[in-house]
């Protein structure tokens, strides 16, 4: 066999390869051995057929047609194989020369990763925002627990801002009465506008047992898009009572016996979440210097499919939910579809070279993935998934994933590997030390379990980490824990 490989580009390829007759051998056998258990010919038993009697039945060029289609993708796979072409895609094929008994020869265009020239990696050095928790923060997660201990008191007087209400919906369209469209009893808080748009409006200023019609615009379903008429029927009115902020509530609402402690507690918690953000930060602005950095040519037909399949998971979810585009996009805040699809593009484009990039140090660095980086990533990914780590082993295999997951393994342990040796340092020129961010070797305390989880390879929980549960995390020994999952090109 013979091969020779021409390049279109920074990412496509052409393969010219040339098949001796002696090569097939082995698929002229198996062809041979499926058209035996097919053709039924007076005189010879099942199984028995000559090949010679097999080519005259069925046809000899029908034989060399499906030989041909038998052998292509074991020898194409052999030639990527042998020259270490690292493909991407499905490949464009095309039959150039097939003499019977001489030879077989075909082109294979592909795309292919492209070859990056990588800057000096000794040197990475990035800057990220001060560790600053200011009064008014910790006020604001105080406040939010204090929401949390307040008291609903039944008052006689009409619905304002801020009161919790019992209301009845029914909605209708064109004077038909929606069945997914009413409810009762419903809780609701004045003002959220976290319903449907015109509730507040209406609510506001209705007493006990008094109803209100107004026009809303239906979010999902069949008729979504359309306008329909919803009356809204106050059943109860209870305003919200704050607890005293003082030494009774703090021991109330934590494990602190004074108000000054929580606070303490809170500008702790505070801290350590923007320490997390700190390290998320370095690792996002790391990956943007190296793009910044380095040239990397895009294969347009990866891009390509990728948008299409993240478009098509869209609709997909959108359909399961009962909505459209239009309901989504003006939900969103979106302008049109055009604009959806540009932003979602730019997303890919920059997923895509991220990979390439975070492949390409890989490569020069000899990064290898084990068991151990195998079994850390799977767990991670099935609390993030809330599937055991069974589970989510079993979806990889039988998703056909497995391959995909252990690049994308590879490539976050080559992150963190980078994060550990970047010169990070913050707005006021302090060097920001990683350790207050690595996995700790010994059994951290449970009020300290968010820290001991996370790394600078894991630093998704800081992306995502929300400042109220740090004050959440007060109420109780075990702190909850926030995550979110990058694009996936």
Do not use: C
């Not at 209705?206 to 979010?219: G, H, P, Q, R």
């Amino acid at each position: 066999m013979k091969s020779t490989i021409e390049e279109l580009g920074p990412t496509r390829v052409r393969m010219a390869i040339e098949v001796s007759w002696g090569d097939l051998d082995h698929a002229f056998g198996e062809v041979y051995k499926e058209l035996r258990n097919q053709v039924r010919i007076p005189g010879f038993r099942p199984g028995k057929v000559p090949n010679r009697i097999i080519d005259q039945r069925v046809g000899r060029p029908a034989v060399l047609e499906q030989v041909v289609n038998h052998a292509l993708p074991e020898v194409y796979s052999e030639v990527v194989r042998e020259n270490q072409v690292r493909v991407i895609g499905q490949p464009e094929i095309e039959v150039t020369k097939l003499e019977d008994n001489q030879t077989l020869e075909f082109t294979a265009e592909v795309d292919v990763a492209p070859k990056l020239e990588l800057p000096d990696l000794d040197a990475l050095a990035v800057t990220v925002d001060d560790v600053e928790v200011t009064d008014e923060e910790i006020d604001q997660q105080v406040s939010v627990m204090r929401e949390r201990f307040a008291m609903l008191n039944a008052v006689e007087r009409a619905a304002q801002d801020g009161d919790f209400v019992s209301i009845d919906l029914e909605a209708t369209l064109d004077g038909e009465k929606l069945e997914d469209g009413s409810t009762s009893g419903m809780s609701y808080e004045v003002g959220s506008g976290s319903l449907m748009e015109g509730l507040d409006d209406a609510v506001r200023g209705l007493s006990v047992d008094e109803s209100k019609t107004f026009e809303t615009a239906l979010l999902n379903g069949p008729d979504a898009g359309k306008s329909a008429e919803v009356t809204v029927t106050v059943r109860s009115v209870k305003e919200k009572e704050l607890p005293e902020l003082d030494d009774e509530f703090a021991s109330t609402a934590s494990e602190f016996d004074t108000l000054e402690e929580l606070r303490g507690d809170v500008r702790t918690r505070l801290s350590r979440t923007k320490v997390l953000q700190q390290g998320a930060q370095a690792r996002d602005k790391l990956v943007e210097q190296l793009l910044e950095t380095v040239e990397v040519p895009l294969p347009e037909n990866l891009v390509e499919r990728e948008v299409e399949w993240r478009n098509n998971a869209m609709t997909q979810e959108l359909q399961n939910a009962g909505m459209d585009w239009d309901g989504y996009l003006q939900m969103a805040g979106v302008d049109d579809k055009d604009a959806y699809d540009a932003d979602l593009r730019k997303n890919v484009e920059e997923a895509v070279k991220t990979q390439f990039v975070l492949d390409a140090v890989a490569d020069a660095r000899e990064v290898t993935v084990d068991n151990d980086d195998l079994s850390a990533q799977i767990m991670a990914q099935a609390q993030r998934n809330r599937v055991s780590p069974e589970q989510y082993a079993q979806q990889l295999q039988q998703g056909g994933n497995i391959a995909e997951f252990v690049a994308d393994v590879r490539r976050t342990k080559t992150l963190a590997q980078l994060l550990e040796q970047t010169t990070i340092t913050d707005a006021s020129g302090n060097v920001v030390d990683l350790e207050a961010i690595r996995p700790k070797t010994v059994q951290a305390p449970a009020a300290d379990a968010e820290d001991a989880d996370a790394s600078p390879a894991d630093l998704e929980s800081a992306d995502s980490a929300d400042s109220s549960e740090s004050a959440d995390s007060s109420e109780s020994a075990a702190s909850p824990e926030a995550a979110d999952e990058e694009a996936k090109a």
